[in-house]
């Protein structure tokens, strides 16, 4: 996977550069680019686990479907039901304490 560059821009700066960067620090405090840093990599975690646990629940449900065990309501039900978890677990990067 290539790295790419990170744009970071105290508040103080121009608006352009401030719009184009990826971090923008609201105090003069560099110190907290590590708590970016741990956040964005929570954040990134929390993504994974959605995006296998969907794709889990969805093969689950396509096997089950195969064998003839689940039909279209219940993989509609699940599809549901696995994105109203996704984005609950979502919500637990709003809670980042500790840094």
């Known amino acids: 996977m290539a790295q790419e560059a990170l744009g970071m821009v105290e ?15 609201m105090d003069d405090d560099p110190l907290k680019i590590s708590k970016a840093i741990h956040i964005s990599r929570k954040c990134i975690h929390i993504v994974y686990e959605n995006i296998y646990f969907a794709i889990g629940i969805k093969v689950l449900f396509l096997l089950l479907g195969a064998i003839g065990i689940a ?18 677990n979502a919500i637990r990067a709003l809670f980042v304490k500790n840094l």
């Open 11 to 25: 508040t103080r700066g121009l608006t352009a550069a401030i719009e184009a960067a990826d971090i923008v620090l």
């Open 71 to 88: 039909n279209m309501w219940m993989a509609i039900f699940a599809d549901v039901g696995v994105m109203i978890l996704a984005v609950l």
